[in-house]
T-cell receptor, first 117, second 111 residues
Framework: DTGVSQNPRHKITKRGQNVTFRCDPISEHNRLYWYRQTLGQGPEFLTYFQNEAQLEKSRLLSDRFSAERPKGSFSTLEIQRTEQGDSAMYLC???????????????FGPGTRLTVT | QQPVQSPQAVILREGEDAVINCSSSKALYSVHWYRQKHGEAPVFLMILLKGGEQKGHDKISASFNEKKQQSSLYLTASQLSYSGTYFC????????????FGKGTKLSVIP
């Protein structure tokens, strides 16, 4: 069990550019979540996958954001036409959800820090 | 709606106890507690389910009052390693998997 990994760890981009982040969940975890966290705030839910299906998406998520999990393993989060307000830490988490009701505990990755200049 | 945590910050000396509270205006299915150290990912501490079941680390205890939609995290005999920001995350139904987090409680343990 190597934990949740995210790449890149840091990304600096200019306003208007597109960026893509990758998340590799704990192997065999079928549930994957994306969150955004800004300074002094708790993580804010963005979207959720069960296997390859995107089952929940925050109403706060604009059309510029899209996420995929094509084979039910790793996931990507893309932000198009980045804005300065997109600067944040983007966290990925996974859980297995199969064993029992407690298996909804989410394990977080180290995050990708995005800075939009 | 975001749960409300209190206090916003607390400073303890090693060995002292602390209680962190989490309150929601919505009916809750479960409450999840995490600790985050600066620059690191949130780490799971405890999950409390509607109906009374809970699971978490041995040295952490918590309660969930379903009638009041409140949860409390109890930190006893604090250690320096307990320092960090504590977040509660809430789920409002079995069919929804997103966690809504509070703004956090910053805990500092000093020698």
């Amino acid at each position: 069990d190597t934990g949740v990994s995210q790449n890149p760890r840091h990304k600096i981009t200019k306003r208007g550019q597109n960026v893509t982040f990758r998340c590799d969940p704990i192997s065999e975890h079928n549930r994957l979540y994306w969150y955004r966290q800004t300074l002094g705030q708790g993580p804010e839910f963005l979207t959720y996958f069960q296997n390859e299906a995107q089952l929940e998406k925050s109403r706060l998520l604009s059309d510029r954001f899209s996420a995929e999990r094509p084979k039910g393993s790793f996931s990507t989060l893309e932000i198009q036409r980045t804005e300065q307000g997109d600067s944040a830490m983007y966290l990925c988490a996974s859980s297995d959800g199969l064993r029992d009701r407690f298996s909804y505990e989410q394990y977080f990755g180290p995050g990708t820090r995005l800075t939009v200049t | 709606q975001q749960p409300v945590q209190s206090p916003q910050a607390v400073i303890l000396r090693e060995g002292e106890d602390a209680v962190i509270n989490c309150s929601s205006s919505k009916a809750l299915y479960s409450v999840h507690w995490y600790r985050q150290k600066h620059g690191e990912a949130p780490v799971f501490l405890m999950i409390l389910l509607k109906g009374g079941e809970q699971k978490g680390h041995d040295k952490i205890s918590a309660s969930f009052n379903e009638k009041k939609q409140q949860s409390s995290l109890y930190l006893t005999a604090s250690q320096l390693s307990y320092s960090g920001t504590y977040f509660c995350g809430t789920r409002t139904g079995a069919g929804s998997y997103q966690l809504t987090f509070g703004k956090g409680t910053k805990l500092s343990v000093i020698p």
